[in-house]
Structures are given as C-alpha cells and as structure tokens.
RNA sequence: GCUGGCGUGGCGGAAUUGGCAGACGCGCGGGACUCAAAAUCCCGUGAUGGCGACAUCGUGUGGGUUCGACCCCCACCGCCAGCACCA
C-alpha cells in the first residue's frame, strides 16, 4: 500500500480544486441556494492563529455537505483590511498601509489555501479597495441623505500623552495601550450613526431569526428597551421645568430630592442665580477628569458624592411641595434625561445619597418590615402604595396607569420608552480607513459629496502619524482639504476623518453576492437570490458591535429599497474560543500560542480541522493538547489503512448494514447541529467496527469516504481514488438513511426490581407490553418472588420496572 | 449587583432531553511484534471491597418530586462570559 504522506496528498488536491474551480458558484437560479457565511478576518501582521479555522472548518463542513445535498452554495471569504494595526505598523516601520495590507492578506490567504477550504475565491471581496469602499460611502451618503447620519459634540478618550484620541479597545486600565499616560474624557465633534432611531426595528427583529439565545439575550440587553413616564418637575420661581424619565411614576410621592449630571444645561444655565457656583464647577470638572474607566470601576459600592445646588428647588408635580436640587455623577447625562427624581424609600442609589446629606426618605410602597430610614426597600414590584395621596391603596400597576392618566392631564407627564443603546460614534482621527464623503462648506453646512464622485479616494500622504491636535493625518494635506463646495461652488474643506473598522463590515455580506458590480452594491437580482444569509457564524464579541451595526444597516438599506430583505442573517451561531493548553488565552506573553502552520506541516491540514471539530463542544471554550492533535492525525492513518483490509463488495454487507445506517442518521444530524465532536466520534466508532471485522468492502469503504469529506476533504479524495472510484468525493450525493435499517431486530433491555438495574435481557424490538413483563419477571425472580407486586413498567426498547412490597 | 451559561473519571468531553452514567479521544497499566526502540495491533482502565461471579457507593452541596433524576422543582456553593450607578 502507499504510504500516507499528507503534504503531498493535500497540496496535490488542493492543486486540482482550484484546476476545476471546484468551489466557484454560480447564480444558478434553477438549483435551490445556500449562503453559508464565516466572519471575514482582519488580516493581521501574526497570520492566521489556531482559533481562525475553528469557525472556517465549521462552516466549511456546512458548505460542503450542502453541495453534496444539491444546494447552489455561496461559501465566500475577503478581507476587513482597515484599522489600526496596520496603521500602527506602518508608521512603525515606514510602509504604505496598503503594501501592509496587501502582504497580510496574500500571507492570509496562502494559509487559508494550505487549509482546504471551498470558498469561492472568484469573490473575494477587500474592504480597502475603492471599487469596494466606493460602496461604503455611498451608503454612508444615504444614511445622511435621510438624516441619520449627523455632527454633534461628543465626549471621547484623550490620550494626555500621545495627544490623540482613542478607541475604547486602546484603553486598558485606564492608560493608553501605547504610552502608558493617563486617559480623559475630552468632548470632540464628531459623526454619529442614528441607530437609536432603529432600536424598536432591531428589536423586533429578533422574533423573527433564528439565533442561539445568549445572543439575542445580549442584543436585547444591549438596546435596553423601558417603558416608564417622563415627568416634568417645575423649577420654583421660573417658568423652566426639569425633566426625567422614571420607570416608577407610581412612587412620586416618595421624591423628596433631585439629582441631575454634573453636565447638565440648567446649571449654566441658572448660573447667576446659584449661590455655590464655584463649588459645582470644581465638583463637574472633577468628574470629567474621570475617565470611563474610573467611573465604571469605582461604581459599585462607590461612597455617593455630590453638592446641593444652592437658590434652586424643584416642584413636586403630584403635591406642589418644593425639594431641593443636587449635581452628583451618579446620574449619566447619557442616559434618560440627565436628571432623576430621587425615591430614596425604594431605591438602594438614592438611599444611599439621602442618608449621606440627611435627606427625608418617605415610604411610599407598603411590605417592608423594616423602618425605610433604617433599611432600603427597594423590591417594590408588587406592594400596595401608601402616603401617596389619590393612588394610596393601589397596587403598584394600577397605580401607575393611574399617574400617567394624571400626569398627561396636567400636561406634566407622559408615557415614554426609552433605550440604552446610544448612537453610533462613526468618526475616527485616522488616516487607513474610508474617507467620510462630507464637505463643509460655510454657506451651505456640511454638503454631501455627490455620488457621481465616489470613490472618494483615500490620498497618498506623507506621514499617518496623527497630529499634535488629535485631527486626522488628513487634515494637513491642503490639496485634499480644501476643495469646492459641490452645492454653491464657494470654497469648502473636506472632511478628514476617516469610518471606523465597523463599516467595511456592515455590509460586506451584500457585496458578496454580486462582488463586481459597478452600479450597485449588488444587483436587485443577486440579491434576491442569494439574500438573506442562511447560516452566519462568528465570535460573541461581536453581538453588540458587527452583529447590531450590520443588521441596522441592512434594515436601513431595506427601508430605501436597496436590499429585499429586511434581516440580513436567517441563523447565527457562534464558536468558542481556543486557549491554550494552559487553559488561558492564547497569547504571545502567555507563550502558549500555537501556530497552525506547524500542525499543517507536522500532522496536515486534515489532522488539524478534525482535531478542532472533534476538541470539544462548539460553542464553548476549548483547550489546545498536542496529545488530542496526534489521536487525530491516529485516526487518519487508521482510516488510511482501511486499505489493507478492503474487500470488493457492492452493498452493505448484512451484518453492518444497522450500523451503517444508524452512522449516516448520527452524522447527518450532528454536522446540521454543530455537533461534530459526537459526529466524528460515530465515524470513530463505525471504524473501530471495520477494525475489529477484519474488513470492509468497496461500497462500505466509499461511504465512510463521502461521510468523512466534509471534515477531512484531502485524504479522501485521493483514497477515493485510490480504490478506484470514478469521479470526486466533494461531488458525490450525500447519503440518506432508511430509518428502518437503524434499528435492531432484537435490543436488549433492562430489567429493574424497584427502580435498582437487577438483569438485562433479550427480547423481539416489537414486544407487547405483557411479554415483556413476563420475561422480566421470569429473568428477576430470585427478587419478586414472594413479594407483592405494586406497579409494573415497560418502557419499550428500554426497560421493564417491577416494583414489589 | 444584573443577565446568560456551566459544574460528570487522571484529562478533553458523551448521555436519544426522565430510562444500563462515563460514548469517542487522550493519558495510564498489561501483553503481542522487535536484538532493541519507535510505530502498530490486542486486552484493561470511575471509586471501594472480594481470587471470583458479584456487591456497595458515585454526575458541585443540601433537600424535594418520581417506579426511576446528570436531566425536573426549591435552597446554597463555585467557575466562566457579557453588561454594569440605566433612574
């Protein structure tokens, strides 16, 4: 027999897949379709870790198996080629990104190739190619066009040291991941994304796809819908009023202070007639010089700071009674109103605050049996209100339908939703991304580039290294900023920051679809066909950032017309991560990464994609073990050897066809439900069968082939050449089981005395009930005889139970 | 703190969703082949007791439901992930 060399076998198939174009698809429109999508990668400077081919190999196996089951299969990969990395690099070392970028990728994708994968390589899509990016901004145009794309003065990450602002991803601990200096908030203007104008549509969305539930969970936590009531507080001695949303109107009558941010406008606002101005400036600039971070760290059992606004109170709407105004930073300007009534009986924050500065706590919610000025009592979900004046006796909802109806007659409160999700912070100061197509023009504002100019191309700069004010290395090359406005043709200046890394990939899965269409992102008819997405795997870190940016986009883009779907992906699963065999995360001052060009080399490509899928449970985390990568590459060359005992044979030999039948039901089902691990120990196992007889025939040998070609594409296609079958594995039908021949004629069953397993017998698979139980009692005897029958069991093809006194 | 998930041999992990716990793989022990080793093949491998057939115990802890519980219910402990002063 040949000796099984793996780097010869695999690079000869990989050389006659791409001869035959095997894996390129085409818009067959008679064959029913299939997109099966993996997360495009970030082509780093590292090449391709071992966590890479975990989701590819998945999905590739979906891919392939779905071929075999006659589906006209779109299996695309490209490259979501901006960010900072590469930008870093290449201020590092003096190289164009773009030469980076381009020698990552062929790296990328010279790994992907030795890997076996059956993408369509015809549609490699670059998310830094203009004739892709030309697309980005043109629906970054749309999105301004409809007015959800705007300018607006944002707090951001200033690094003190670098002089520039950061992604939340570069501040770790606080710091700047660069230099070490200390993280600000500083407030920037910026471009936003409206996707709070999306939050009830992405919402509802979910109920209508099909994704693993920790990630819809995620995603509806993320957009925090509450339904509460604004209510209006007046401000004594002025016509102004201070607004805050609650989701307890119910206990008004419990408010016996206010707290508003730090940043709030009224503060300004009533500056001269606040006694301790001074006093609340220091305490607001304080707090701005937290960064996120310290705020965030320092939340949970932080001591509650603040300062009482001196000569303004607020007006108690349900009772007129006066209370008095504090600034602290428990309360977020980004959420809500940036301003809370305070129910200290009820809420453990305010609580806290009130006992600090002595202030009244009123309970308002009977069903503590503590005093409220002792203890919180904040689980006030049912109870009955008290000291509430016209809602005193309700029940908490009734008495806050009640509020509401009272609050909207007065004119000083309404029913009101509000989300969590803020808006989309979409400008970067960066030079590798794609250039926002804005000019501001002084006369006419900020002036969309017309779309007959896109690309806007990113220009040829001298240097990427951001400038001393935090602007965009575009900004010093006058030759691009300065420009005419397309609308009055005056002088205007364009904008020079760039999109950040989410854009390219908020869409890329359309361009996919159609990847060389210059009219549109794709056509209406590629589109139709090919969308939505039936299968899209990616990582859980993604949930609240690619998987809501994408879906809003497509939504918008249905809502112009532009896509025919509304929700982009129909499935989404995601994959665990690998660790090292230390069991922490790979990394490089961890020392425990491995390298997967290693394990191509030392084991094969096949060794390596069945040891991921067989390392354990897809979805979650796994351990890297050189020792589980050998018992793979083992049972390769167990399979291998298969050889050695083939015998010619046209059919199933008798005595396995059950098991025959039972693996392809056992595969067929696991490789649908991410459960290859279990998939592949039945292939294990059927061998071992194979093993132990001594033989197996050409027609048994040729399925298990077919069964084990999704996983191990290489080895077996050239055994099946090797035994002399016609034609490829990856064209082959996949098999079908008759769920007859998946069970035994006869099955052995249990034969309980009082739930305790005593004997196991034989008996007929069809046996009745009565038979049963006599053949059971006859096998247990020794244990029933003499003893007074209770109750007796059959569970059929499992178990009888006598149960005796 | 909140949300989601997990807890099973020496290890990675199975268990048709209430029916023989530990499939499959790793590791380990023994044997065959070999001058020897590697590779390969065969046998064994949850714990305790027994030469043995076998018996008892055993799925984080404590209780419960059931003829029967890794699985369902209640309480608790521990770990992982995400969010976190969200009004």
Redesign the pocket.
Known sequence: MKEYVHSEVEKKWQDIWDREEAFCVSDDHSKPKYYALVEFPYPSGQGLHVGHPRPYTAMDIVARKRRMQGYNVLFPMGWDAFGLPTENYAIKEHIHPKIVTENNVSHFKEQLHALGYSFDWNREVNTTDPSYYKWTQWIFLKLFEHGLAYKAEVPINWCTGCKVSLANEEVVDGVCERCGSPVVRRVKSQWMLKITEYADKLLEGLDTVDYI??IK??QR??I?R?T?AEVDFGIAGTEDILR?????CDTLFGATYMVV?PEHPLIEKYADRIGNMDEIRAYRDEANKKSDFE??E???D?E?TGVRIEGLTAVNPVNNTEIPIYVS?????????????A?PAH?T?DWAFAKKFGLPIIEVVSGSDKDVNEECYPDVSEGIMVNSGFIDGLNVKEAQKKMIGFLEKEGKGREKV?F?LRDWIFSRQRYWGEPIPIVHCEKCGYVAVPYDELPLMLPEVESYEPTDTGESPLSKMESFVNCKCPKCGGPGKRETDTMPQWAGSSWYFLRYCDPHNDDALASEEALKYWMPVDWYNGG??H??LHLLYSRFWHRFLYDIGAVTCPEPYLKRTSHGLILGSNNEKMSKSRGNVVNPDDIVRDYGADTLRLYEM????FD????W?D??V???R??L??VW?LQDILVDGDSYSQDMETRIHQTIKKVSGDFDTL?Y??G??AL??LL?DF??KGSINKAELSLFLVLLNPVAPHITEEMWELIGNEGRVYRQTWPSWDEEKTVEDTV???V?V?????K?ISVARDIDKDSAIAAGREAVAEWVDGHDTV?E?F?PG??V?I?VK
Do not use: H, P
């Not at 979650?620 to 351990?623: D, G, L, R, V």
């Not at 009082?754 to 005593?758: D, Q, T, V």
């Open positions: 539930e920790k969970t995620q936590n993320w925090g509450s509460g805050v949303f609650t989701t307890r941010a705020r965030a320092l939340s949970a932080k509650k930073d428990y309360v977020l300007m980004s959420y809500g109103t940036g301003a809370i009534m129910v809420d924050r509000n969590k859980m870190e949930t609240t067989f390392i354990g449970a979650m985390a796994a351990s073990s020792e589980g050998k018992g793979c083992r049972f060359d167990r050897r459960k691990n279990t592949i120990a294990m196992s071992n093993t132990k052995e069953i249990m309980q009082n739930g305790k397993n005593r196991t109750k069991i569970v499992r178990l139970n149960v």
